[in-house]
């Protein structure tokens, strides 16, 4: 548990002899430089790069599993992957697209932005959000390193028992315990971010104004809070299963196989909504500031929004209709699961209103969002025509649930969080990513996925099964796989765009200020890329898209007309104007925020000293001991199992006994009184 | 013009779609070929029809915003219009209504397609990884692989699994159902005219899910009374002196018998019953069309045949001159 | 400390000193406490629903409840749990009215009469074990022990930290400022003992 967030000086230097507890390691401190500035660091915007980096190198190995899938079904009776070669290919597609990729890019942009949409400097636990990444890293690296130590996964994303209690190896064990590694890494980031959410808004932040995204995020993160668990005890009683010979999954012993199905998807539908939400938000934030008009409805998006939140946690039968839950259990989800498609059909008609009579630009975060609203239509569509049960006998396993959740996940988070990357580069680098380059990415993409995955509706129909490594010919599945392995390289080639764009961008000289897009939240009143500390002092909202409503007003024919100045609050600076400590003093100051910044330690270059928590090595040494204990696990080796153990537990308890801010961080100025309150 | 590509774009995955419905696709869900897959087809006709009404209508909304509220130099700021309540609760109210009216026949359809049929051919299918076994109990048949069926008759399958879970399908008749260990989960075909129908496995099972396919077989009744009477005669002896006798007896040698049952010679369970293999057009789980030259490459070497099925040969490959004799006996278990 | 500047300023409610204002007037830890019990639930909930499950499922032949459990030996122990929440209140009571010396004395009791539940069920598994009950037997063996083992594990963590609150404020590092961290504990320490009431309900009592 991270404890209080009182806070480290800015200017301050690094050694403070005075009251030193002897430790093993020093405390890095905000000052340290180079890689160990960012294994320590417990800043949610470098918390949130490193997440995004990192999803980003899993999304192209992702990606490269993709095109090995697609190689080998390219035609009839391929020969280029194994059997059992291209299990592992899949299953490690699947669950490194779901829980290496598109989670944590959602993580990472939810680091990255919600505390400064919300106007707050920092998470609610700083050290917790390191922790957070840090395990996300060591269960992705550990799941991989199976690859290297006797073969990957290969029982499928979804796990079905008996199959994965049975297979021989320890194949399955990496997928069970690697899992159970990036739960806590999601558990312990949808606690901190729930937290900030709900505590530690900007005054006059009410929940009604917040950003959409932080809505969707918030959704989201309260849907991984309560299904994490769900899957964990699935994934525990599987583990037992494999390791002590358990019965959990034993059928022979009197167990119900269905049981997995049941916590899998009880799980597994609400992780959907988990992966869709954020981009939802997403491009509900930049449709908006593109189309020069306020999101259509915010009130309807957001209970839409929860209600989404709420209908997902019943709908998780219908991945199971073709099981024998017998009619009536299968009728009452099947309505469930059409109606679930009522809150996303209003979502779609809101944002397609937010287009209507706007004014339209189309730059590379545009494009995107508007792709995600034209995909992720085709995918609800197939979605309902899932929930016609009868039908779904015939359609599901096979390509057209596959053509159905690529048009949902890749058509919709994928493009939602490329709109995303395309719209907050500038806030994140200080630079704009080429438009140009930006536009052949984006239609390269859009045209390699429809290439790719639209046939994929048709094998569906045509009786394509899912997960078979080979076809034979005759089945007439011949031509459109071999257009959907066509489209899988155009979609590589599209992300090499990307990529090429992100390397060129690095080297080019540009200021693109606080606010390029002319955009209407928070985070584009401050700096590109924002100071440690976010605000220089935190800002009073006073309206749902406070900047837009800070720079422009209404005339009578509710248009928006520029202010002739650029409205200042003052609790907030304004982007131009170096808060002076005087300016702060006036008596409309005292008013809005009470008396928690203290103007009066801005030091002569008129740098506020605001107190940020100090670095730590327990979040990265917490996270080390996982895959120790994991290794020791899977493979018995008791002794391992409990140096991670041991390693886990000391590391926490340094952790609990390690203040927030380290006490030769706390202000020089401050006193002594300040010093002992934090050591008594 | 980059409108006019999305445009084509849009237009080009319609017609994708209707043309899931042509092609000359054995397993095509659009193809119904009993009265099962019939009625499931038409419930979903009329649902991808509204779909597609919905997708063109979004679709074009889109594009039209597109084209028309596009910037130009002359435009001005656009009102701050910040939502519409009559509209907002227009188009909650009008999906809803368009779910409704597909949920009602979607509930009638689940509950009438879950009656058991009357005089249904009952018939027990037992999952293994990878191929399927039929008992036909009330019958006292036991095959593999192939599911016989009379034309004009239900078929009431009653599904288990040996092993993990399976599912069970044969697209031009009738939706899938699990197959799950421990469970007895039951669904029904029916076939209209006599002809071959292709399945497959469709849940995960393991290495060679993709090879664990399917076939039902519907005959016109009175040939259907007559495999029946054949498959319950015991295989003849292979006649003295001829190269098959030599395979019965290698047969026996190898321990083929340990796994293969074939009636009144060996009563192993692990394999497929072989007592009628030559009566079979497929083997090894449907990949494989039934004749000398494929078994020859099957006894050659099964796990490269089909990685991960179960069958091993005791005592180490076998050599040309025994598969050979071996596929003579084979061949007389008609 | 009034003159640094918190990282976490939020709104206008002060909550208590040395604590950043929050909007929503509680402080981070309790409302971070509060999502994680809610996470605890559903843990707890997969697990109970498990074991309800297979309630009766076992093999034919094999173990059953009837034949190991010991009413009264578990009640006197759930006696035992009950009671560490309510000196667990009396901690709290004490720490808020700066009683240190009373505040120590309850947290150790809470302590150890949490550790004599958890000694009182490995006394239990021991005697299930002797009577040919174990991990593999059967569905109950798997379901009983790894869901009350779980339930025993979440007792010794919070033992755990019950005895690193007394350890501290021996050194006087628990101030009465700190009272809260307390409270934390507690609300941990109640949840698993509710959990306990209903696994004892369910799995014990009801038959």
Known sequence: MAIVTPPRPEALAPEQPLNKPVRFIRRPTGYTPGIWGWMTTVDHKKIGIMYSVTAFFFFLIGGIEALLLRIQLGGPDQTFLRADTYNQVFTMHGTTMIFLVIMPLSAGLANYLLPIMIGARDVAFPRLNALGYW????????????????????GGWFGYVPLTRNLPGHNVDYWVFGLQILGIASLTGAVNLIVTVINMRAPG???????????????????????????????????????????????????????????????????????????????????????????????????SGIAIGFMGWGVWAHHMFATGLGPVAVSAFSASTMFIAVPTGVKIFNWISTLWKGKLTFPTPMLFAIGFVAMFTIGGLSGVTHGVVPADTQQTDTYYIVAHFHYVLFG???????????????????????????????????????????????????????????????RGWDVWNLVSTIGSFVIALSILTFCINVLKTRKTQQDVGEDPWDARTLEWTIPSPPPEYNFKEIPLVTSRDELWHRKYTEDDDGRSVRRAVTLEQPEMPGTEVEPSTDAHDGPDHAE?????????????????????????????????????????????????AILGGVWIFGSIYSWALEPATAPEDLPDHGSDESLEAVHA | MRRNRRLAAFSASLFLFLAACAGNAPQDTLEPKGPVARQIDHLINPVFIVAGVVFVLVEGLVLLAVIKFRARPDSPE????????????????APALILLAVAVPTIATIFDLSKKPENAVNVTVIGHQFWWEYRYEDLGVVTANELRMPVGRPVELTLNSDDVIHSYWIPPLGGKTDVVPGRNNTMHLEAETPGEYLGQCTEFCGASHANMRAKAIAMAPADFDAWVAGQKAAAPAPAAGTMAEEGALLFAQKGCGGCHTVQGVSEGKIGPNLTHLATRTTFAGSIFNNNDQNLRTWLRDPQAAKPGNKMIIPGGPLAPDEITKLIAYLDTLR | MTDVISAAAGSHTEVEPGHPPTSTGLTNEKVGMWAFLGSECLLFGALISTYLLFKGQSAPGTITPHDVFDIPYTSVSSFVLLMSSLTMVLALAGIQRGDHRLTRVWLLTTALLGASFVAGQAYEFTVFVREGMNLRVNLFGSSFFVL??????????GVLMLLSLYSLSLKGKLPAEKAETVELVGLYWHFVDVVWIVIFTLVYLIP
């Open chain 1, 592 to 640: 809005g925020d009470d008396g928690h910044t203290d103007p009066a330690h801005d030091d002569e270059e008129h740098e506020p000293h605001i107190h940020m928590p100090s670095p730590s090595y327990w979040p990265l040494l917490t996270a080390l001991g996982l895959p120790i204990l994991s290794y020791g696990m899977i493979y018995k080796t008791w002794a391992v």
């Open chain 1, 135 to 154: 395990v996300f890293l060591a269960g992705g690296l550990f799941m991989y390193s199976s690859f290297f130590l006797g073969g990957a996964p290969n």
């Open chain 1, 412 to 474: 919709g988070s994928m493009f939602g969080l490329f709109a995303g990357a395309y719209y907050w580069y500038p806030k994140f680098a200080g630079k704009l990513l080429n438009e140009r380059l930006g536009k052949i990415h984006f239609w390269l993409m859009f045209i390699g996925f429809n290439m790719t995955f639209g046939p994929f509706h048709i094998l569906g129909l045509q009786g394509m099964p899912r997960r078979i490594y080979t076809y034979p010919e005759g």
């Open chain 1, 205 to 303: 932040m009410s929940l009604m104004r917040m950003p959409i995204f932080v809505w969707m995020s918030l959704v989201a993160q309260f849907l991984l809070l309560f299904a994490i668990p769900v899957i964990t005890v699935a994934l525990f009683l599987l583990s037992f299963d494999r390791l002590f010979s358990t019965n959990f999954f034993n059928v022979a012993a009197g167990s119900d196989p269905l049981l997995w199905q049941h916590l899998f998807w009880l799980f597994g539908h609400p992780e959907v909504y988990i992966l869709i939400l954020p981009a939802m938000g997403i491009v509900s934030e930049v449709l908006p500031v593109f189309s020069r008009k306020p999101l259509f409805g915010y009130q309807v998006m957001v209970f």
């Open chain 2, 78 to 93: 656009p009102e701050q219009i910040h939502g519409n309540t009559r509209l907002e609760v227009g188009w909650t109210l």
């Open chain 3, 148 to 157: 009350t083992g779980f339930h025993g594990a979440h007792v010794t963590i």
